[in-house]
C-alpha cells in the first residue's frame, strides 16, 4: 500500500492568526480547564485530608482488633502509643466463635465458595449477551434490550419471594437446575446473585463492546472468522479491562451481601456476613471480637482490589474518550 504524501497549502498571516488563536483556545478549553483543577495543589490537598479523615476511624478498628478484650473496654485505640499491647487473641476467638453448625472459618470459607462462582457466572453470560447484542443482527434486537435495560429498575426484594418459591420445587422452567448443580445449598445463592447481576452487567459490556470500531470486526469477518473467533479472540481481549471492572464490584457486593445470604443460604453454607450478624447480636458486648471479624470479612475484597486495580482504572476510563 503507498503512503500518501500530504499537500502543504499556502496560509498567509491572516489566516495564521485565526489558526493560532483557534488552538489556544482549544488549549485553554473545560477539558484543560477541569484538569487544571483537579491536578492543582489544592485539589491534592483537600483529597489527601479526605483521605486521612477517612482512614482514621478504620485505623483505629484496626489496632482495637489486636488490643487485648480490656484495654478495648477501658481506654482508647489512640492509647496504643503510651500502652503498647497487642495480642491475636481476639482472631483466634473469634474464628472459633459461631453458632452450632458452623465456625466463622467455615464461613470464611462459604463466602469464598459462593463468591467466585457468582461472580463468574454472570461475567461469562453477560460478555456473550453484551456482544450479541452489540455485533449479532437478530430480529427483537432492540425490545429485549430494552427490556434487559428495565430490568435494572425491578427492587431485589420483589424478586425474593418469587425465587425462594421457584428454588423450593427444585426446578426453573421445569429443568431440574438445583438437583444438577447439587443439594449443598451453594446453588440457589449463586443463581440469585446471577440473575440480580445480570441486567447491568449485560448493559455496562454492551456499552464497552459496542466502542470497538466497526473496522476491526469486518476485517475479522472477511478473514474468514466467525462470531466464536471474533469473540474470543478479538472482542474478549480488548474488553478484559472492563470485566475486570465489573468483577470487581460484583464481587464485593456478593461478598459484603446479607440479604440474599439471609433468605437462600441457610445452615452449614451460611457465609461471613450472616454469621457476624448472628455473633454481633449475641456478643455485642464484645468490641474486641467483633474488630477483629470486621477485618477477616475485608482482607479477602482489599486483596482483590488491590491486585485487579489496574484494570479497575482502565476499566473506568474506557469509553470516555473516543478517537
Not at 437446575?177 to 447439587?182: D, F, Q, S, T
Not at 440457589?188 to 440480580?196: D, E, G, L, R, T
Not at 475484597?301 to 485487579?308: A, D, E, G, H, R
Amino acid at each position: 500500500m503507498s503512503a500518501v504524501t500530504p499537500i502543504d497549502l499556502p496560509v498567509d498571516a491572516e489566516q495564521k492568526k485565526v489558526l493560532a488563536r483557534g488552538e489556544r483556545r482549544a488549549e485553554t478549553g473545560f477539558a484543560k480547564g477541569a484538569k487544571r483543577r483537579l491536578t492543582s495543589r489544592g485539589a491534592t490537598i483537600a483529597a489527601l485530608v479526605i483521605a486521612i479523615l477517612w482512614t482514621i476511624p478504620t485505623f483505629g478498628l484496626f489496632v482495637s482488633s489486636f488490643r487485648p478484650a480490656n484495654e478495648v473496654r477501658t481506654t482508647g485505640w489512640w492509647t496504643i502509643f503510651s500502652n503498647f499491647g497487642l495480642t491475636i487473641d481476639n482472631y483466634v476467638t473469634v474464628l472459633g466463635s459461631g453458632n452450632s453448625q458452623l465456625t466463622l472459618a467455615d464461613a470464611f470459607i462459604n463466602s469464598i465458595a459462593i463468591t467466585l462462582p457468582a461472580t463468574a457466572i454472570p461475567l461469562v453470560i453477560a460478555s456473550l449477551a453484551a456482544y450479541a447484542f452489540a455485533w449479532m443482527n437478530f430480529r427483537g434486537k432492540n425490545v429485549l434490550f430494552i427490556g434487559v435495560f428495565a430490568l435494572q429498575i425491578v427492587p431485589i426484594q420483589m424478586a425474593l419471594v418469587p425465587l425462594l418459591q421457584l428454588f423450593s420445587r427444585g426446578e426453573i422452567f421445569g429443568f431440574p437446575v438445583i438437583a444438577a448443580l447439587g443439594q449443598s445449598g451453594y446453588a440457589q445463592v449463586w443463581i440469585a446473585h446471577s440473575i440480580f447481576a445480570l441486567p447491568l452487567a449485560i448493559f455496562l459490556l454492551h456499552n464497552f463492546i459496542a466502542e470497538i470500531p466497526g473496522e476491526v470486526i469486518e476485517a475479522a469477518r472477511v478473514d474468514g472468522a466467525g462470531h466464536g473467533q471474533i469473540f474470543f479472540r478479538i472482542v474478549l481481549p480488548l474488553t478484559m479491562p472492563a470485566i475486570a471492572s465489573f468483577a470487581i464490584f460484583q464481587f464485593l457486593w456478593v461478598w459484603n451481601d446479607l440479604l440474599v445470604a439471609l433468605i437462600f443460604a441457610d445452615g452449614a453454607v451460611a457465609p461471613m456476613t450472616k454469621l457476624l450478624a448472628e455473633i454481633t447480636g449475641s456478643r455485642g458486648q464484645d468490641w474486641h471480637l467483633l474488630t477483629a471479624g470486621a477485618f477477616i470479612s475485608i482482607l479477602v475484597p482489599l486483596i482483590v482490589f488491590f491486585s485487579l486495580q489496574r484494570y479497575f482504572v482502565r476499566g473506568l476510563l474506557a469509553g470516555s474518550t473516543k478517537g
